[in-house]
């Protein structure tokens, strides 16, 4: 149960409450419907708060129910308080709808709306509420931050899974406020967060993304720019390796066979960025041997993947991209194919220790533990990576990141934990733990959503900032 109460927006609104309205509001029934008395609720959690006018909304919880009501209090009859419920994220909710709309009577100085869902189970709607209010003879509207029940929200990990799939979209099999590839690695924070938690409830995602998208671009997940083509190939393996659906692993060898199809001799070999051959760097190149030697350890018989993953190892430890500080720059420079002196990236330090795990497992040398460690000890103690001992990326900044910056520590944490659990002694599970208790602690709002900032304060939420978190949970639940 999510009992810690973290500072609450309080949100002044217009007169009108939705920016972009959607579809008019529908009753819905889960474990009880729409319109249920509030005497009736076994709980009373306090989910949100605001003020309007001197009075109080409060947003009320019953997480037994997945049900929550509204309640303004310190007023004068005639003030009207009533529920927004959203299915995205709190984007978008039903215009003109002000669930529950009730007006205090007269001789009172509150009063509460009925309970209504929060979620709508049966139409895959992972929702959220919030409570709003308008005082009597007034023009100003307000509204609480919002929030939710602990239904599939029981801890951190589930909270920040069940943020992450309110974003889910069920049309297209993507995340909504990201893009192509920064949904394979919310896919893949989602499928490890089934794994670690158990929790089932978001098992349909993983064959939704599939069908709906396994003709999109190039088909089989493939396309111009051989990261994205990886990224999705490991999403793949991590599917295989829940379900045991062999048409999942199908497609991570038709990615890493795409992306052989770009390994030449240029700059002493390595696969290239794109398939306009235009630059080498350091991310498809990680990326591909983690992904080759992920699919020889799970394929019987195989040396093709495995000698692709030996020798994008050997041509990455040899191209000069990890720097003298053991940390890796973003790629080469391809007039000399030397190191481009380009932004260490948190990504580009996780991926190799990704990589280097499964490239042990797959031969059995214990040596590419050691080297993966000694990449591991350099950007877990950098102060330039980690101000204040907190986990940040070069030039990070509040609402910065671009659409594809807000998934590298993501990656870069998942990848650690990876080692992590390889290595005997788990020496980064302190680490772990400091950056998730810290954006926990510092980074987080009403409805579980995490920003880019890790130290706080939170700036903004989309996929791709829920994502990174959703996977600094499962590596530090």
Same mark, same amino acid.
């Given at each position: 149960?999510?009992n810690v /109460?973290?500072?609450?927006?309080?949100?002044?609104?217009a007169?009108?409450? @939705?920016?972009?309205?959607?579809?008019? @509001?529908?009753?819905?029934c889960d474990?009880y419907?729409d319109?249920?008395d509030?005497?009736l609720s076994?709980g009373d959690r306090e989910g949100?708060?605001a003020?309007?006018?001197g009075?109080?909304l409060s947003l009320?919880?019953?997480?037994?129910?997945?049900?929550?009501?509204?309640?303004?209090t310190g007023g004068a009859p005639?003030?009207?308080?009533? /529920?927004?419920r959203?299915?995205?994220?709190?984007r978008t909710w039903a $215009?003109?709808s002000?669930?529950?709309?009730?007006a205090t009577p007269? #001789?009172?100085?509150?009063w509460r709306t009925?309970?209504y869902?929060v979620?709508?189970w049966a139409?895959?709607?992972v929702g959220? %509420?919030?409570a709003c209010?308008?005082?009597?003879?007034?023009s100003?509207? @307000?509204c609480?931050?919002?929030?939710?029940?602990t239904?599939?929200?029981w801890d951190r990990r589930?909270a920040?899974?069940?943020?992450?799939?309110e974003?889910?979209?069920?049309?297209?099999?993507l995340?909504?406020t990201?893009?192509?590839w920064? $949904?394979?690695n919310a896919?893949t924070a989602l499928i490890d967060?089934?794994?670690?938690?158990?929790?089932?409830s978001?098992r349909?995602?993983i064959?939704?993304?599939?069908?709906?998208?396994?003709?999109?671009q190039?088909?089989?997940?493939?396309?111009?720019y051989l990261?994205d083509t990886?990224?999705?190939?490991?999403a793949?393996?991590?599917a295989?390796?829940?379900?045991?659906?062999s048409?999942?692993?199908?497609?991570?060898?038709?990615d890493?066979d795409?992306m052989?199809?770009?390994w030449?001799g240029?700059?002493?070999?390595?696969?290239?960025?794109?398939?306009s051959?235009?630059?080498k760097n350091?991310i498809p190149?990680?990326?591909?041997?983690?992904?080759?030697a @992920?699919?020889?350890?799970?394929?019987a018989g195989d040396?093709v993947?495995? $000698?692709?993953a030996r020798a994008?190892w050997?041509?990455f430890s040899?191209?000069?991209m990890?720097n003298?500080?053991?940390l890796?720059?973003?790629?080469?420079?391809?007039?000399?194919?030397?190191n481009?002196?380009?932004?260490t990236?948190?990504?580009?330090q996780?991926?190799p220790?990704?990589a280097?795990?499964?490239?042990?497992?797959a031969?059995?040398?214990?040596?590419?533990l050691t080297?993966?460690?000694?990449l591991?000890n350099?950007s877990?103690t950098s102060?330039?990576?980690?101000p204040?001992?907190i986990l940040?990326?070069p030039?990070?900044?509040?609402?910065? #990141? #671009?659409?594809?910056?807000?998934t590298?520590?993501?990656?870069y944490?998942r990848?650690?934990?990876?080692?992590n659990?390889a290595? $005997?002694d788990h020496?980064?599970t302190?680490? %772990?733990q400091r950056?998730?208790?810290s954006?926990?602690?510092?980074?987080r709002?009403s409805?579980e959503?995490?920003?880019?900032?890790?130290?706080?304060?939170?700036?903004?939420a989309?996929?791709?900032?829920q994502?990174?978190a959703?996977?600094?949970?499962n590596a530090a639940?």
């Open positions: 149960m999510l /109460l973290v500072p609450l927006l309080t949100l002044v609104l007169a009108t409450p @939705a920016p972009t309205p959607a579809a008019a @509001a529908a009753t819905i474990k419907c319109a249920r509030p005497a076994p949100a708060s003020t309007v006018g009075r109080r009320h919880l019953d997480d037994a129910d997945d049900m929550g009501w509204a309640s303004i005639g003030d009207h308080v009533w /529920l927004d959203s299915f995205d994220a709190g $215009s003109g002000k669930l529950g709309d009730t007269s #001789g009172a100085t509150g009925l309970m869902n979620d709508d139409n895959k709607g959220l %509420l919030r209010g308008q005082p009597t003879g007034s100003t509207i @307000a609480t931050g919002w929030a939710r029940t239904w599939n929200a589930t920040a899974a069940t943020a992450l799939m974003r889910y979209n069920l049309g297209t099999g995340f909504d990201t893009g192509w920064n $949904s394979a896919l967060n089934i794994r670690i938690s158990g929790m089932g978001y349909y995602a064959d939704t993304t599939y069908t709906k998208n396994l003709a999109a190039g088909g089989s997940f493939r396309n111009d990261d990886a990224w999705w190939g490991l793949w393996v991590k295989y390796d829940l379900t045991g659906d048409r999942y692993l199908n497609t991570a060898r038709a890493a795409h052989a199809a770009y030449d240029v700059c002493g070999g390595g696969v290239w960025w794109n398939t051959r235009t630059t350091a190149n990680s990326l591909y041997i983690q992904l080759n @992920a699919l020889h350890n799970r394929i040396t993947y495995l $000698s692709r994008g050997t041509w040899g191209s000069g990890i003298g500080s053991n890796v720059n973003d790629g080469l420079n391809m007039s000399t194919c030397t481009n002196g380009q932004p990236w948190t990504y580009n996780g991926v220790l990704a280097l795990t499964e490239l042990s497992r031969t059995g040398d214990a040596g590419l080297r993966a460690r000694t591991a350099a877990t102060t330039a990576l980690n204040g001992g940040r990326d030039g990070e900044t509040a609402g910065g #990141g #671009g659409l594809d910056g807000p590298f520590k993501g990656v944490v990848d650690l934990a990876a080692l659990a290595l $005997s020496p980064y302190g680490y %772990l950056q998730a208790n954006a926990y602690a510092n980074d709002n409805a959503a995490y920003g880019l900032m890790w130290a706080g304060p939170f700036d903004q989309d996929a791709a900032r994502q990174s959703l996977d600094l949970m639940p």
